[in-house]
């Protein structure tokens, strides 16, 4: 059978589509198959009663998130900061302290303690090479022990382990023991250090997309010829072509691009079959667990108690919560994220015993006003079949040293895309979409 196409992509998520869209730009010819009745993967836009839209996937950009900025700006998107003005609020042993700036008012002894690990955290990233992280001089040293491992024997005070914790989940939206201590490593040293992934301003919770992240997938796929409906079960390899069975029938590309998430990339089946090294490899590639829940309001009234929206809390089960009310200040919604075994728990639940518990955190760090939300809405990722977890995934120990060096390799015509792929902000839109932009070079490179 003759090629259809230059390239087959498989999955219409940031990645498939940037992926496809370099190759188009470049003159190859593209089918992008899509699972889903719908374009973007893990962005998702959600359209409140009031008319506000509202992501319940992912929202934010931030400084050195080059690729995804220009992509951005490309398709005519536009970005707005995210509110971040007032005092934020810490929960800690029952009890709400206020605080400016990014420094809790906590014991000053746990906070040094904090302090430390994260500096030296930061240090030891640094020496982790961003696109072989096996190469690091420490690599089997680290891979062999979790963040868990890490923190019991580096970091003296619980508080202070507790707090560390609470990064690890809302960054990985993983536990500290199901994350190898060097893919921890690189993947802070990918963002340019732990600030970069846990501030606002300035860090990669910045700024906001007009319009919702979504539609910058929405805006390329208008250009590309997407199948949707049409979930990719099989791919085979001849010697000449790529051919993958869909539910929709088959398509057929000089090469292939596989741009899903590693571990659903391990489910499909392959003519002739992976490599072990390479499905030993995605087995360790586990997604994290997440469930984004918003509350919605007439106005955002904790503004007007001198609030940002900003919480934190190591009580939870909601431990993290930002302002995500619309630019133009028409409501207030506050969002609440549930990470790792929070996500796991409650994912369990339904969803209006689900939204009692996140009230009931709101409540409690922004007063009884929160308590009567005009709309709820959350979304737990593990339930999608088509992602099965997010926000990326958490490289289990071993996993790096052992099959690092299978990850980015293409087997025969089929190369690799994805957020979980990317060298810079790796799991983030910014490195699904560097991965996508490799990809179409190395298709083009060989087609
Ligand atoms: C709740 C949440 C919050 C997040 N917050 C942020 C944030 O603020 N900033 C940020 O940068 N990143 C954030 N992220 C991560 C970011 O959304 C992802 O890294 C990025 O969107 C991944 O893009 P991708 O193209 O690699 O993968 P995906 O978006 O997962 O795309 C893969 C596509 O493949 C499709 N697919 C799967 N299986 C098949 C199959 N068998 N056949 C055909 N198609 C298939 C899927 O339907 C999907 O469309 C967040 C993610 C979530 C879920």
């Known amino acids: 059978m003759a090629p259809e196409a230059d390239v087959v992509v498989v999955g219409a998520g940031l990645a498939g589509l940037t992926a496809a869209r370099r190759l188009t730009q470049a003159g190859a010819s593209v089918k992008v198959v ?5 374009v973007g993967g893990r962005t ?16 934010w950009v931030g400084p050195t998130q080059h690729r995804m900025l220009a992509l951005t700006q490309e398709v005519g998107v536009e970005i707005y900061p995210t509110y971040d003005r007032g005092e934020n609020a810490f929960e800690w042993n029952g009890e709400m302290r206020r605080y400016e700036g990014a420094i809790p008012k906590i014991n000053p002894a746990v906070l040094l ?10 240090r030891m990233a640094r020496t982790v090479p961003l696109d072989a992280p096996w190469r690091a001089p420490k690599a089997r040293q680290w891979d062999n022990q979790t963040v868990w491992s890490w923190l019991r024997r580096n970091v003296a005070s619980r508080p202070a382990r507790e707090i560390l914790t609470l990064g690890c989940e809302a960054v990985w939206a993983a536990a500290p023991g199901d994350v190898s201590l060097l893919h921890f490593l690189f993947y802070t040293h990918s963002a340019g250090g732990l600030d970069a992934l846990f501030d606002t301003a300035g860090g990669a919770q910045e700024s906001r997309f007009h319009g919702g992240s979504q539609l910058v997938s929405l805006k390329m796929a208008e250009e590309l010829d997407v199948e949707l409906d049409a979930p990719v079960r099989t791919i085979a390899q001849d010697g000449s072509g790529v051919t993958v069975r869909t539910e929709r029938g088959e398509f057929r590309g000089r090469r292939a691009i596989v741009a899903i998430p590693p571990m659903l990339a391990g489910r499909l089946v392959y003519d002739p079959p992976m490599p072990g090294h390479r499905d030993q490899l995605l087995q360790r590639m586990a997604q994290g667990s997440v469930i984004k829940c918003m509350a919605v309001y007439p106005e955002a009234f904790w503004r007007g108690d001198g609030l940002s929206g900003q919480a934190t809390s190591l009580e939870g089960p909601v431990k993290l919560t930002f302002d995500n009310s619309p630019p133009d200040d028409s409501a207030g919604v506050l969002l609440g994220f549930l990470e790792g075994p929070q996500a796991r728990r409650l994912t369990r639940l339904d969803q209006a015993e689900r939204r009692r518990l996140v009230i009931d955190c709101f409540t409690r760090f922004f007063g009884p006003r929160a308590a009567v939300p005009e709309e709820y809405v959350d979304r737990s990722w593990a339930e999608e079949e088509y992602t099965r977890g997010c926000y990326g995934c958490g490289v289990a120990t071993g996993g790096w040293t052992e099959f690092g060096d299978a990850l980015r390799a293409p087997i025969g015509r089929l190369g690799w895309a994805g957020a979980e792929y990317g060298v ?13 932009e490799t990809a179409a070079q190395e298709a083009l490179r060989n087609l």
């Open 34 to 38: 899509e699972a889903r009745d719908r």
């Open 44 to 59: 998702l836009n959600h359209k409140l009663a009031n008319g506000n839209v509202v992501e319940v996937g992912g929202q």
């Open 113 to 122: 303690d904090v302090l430390q690990a994260q500096k030296r955290l930061d």
């Open 424 to 436: 810079v902000w790796n799991g983030y839109m910014d490195g699904a979409v560097s991965s996508g």
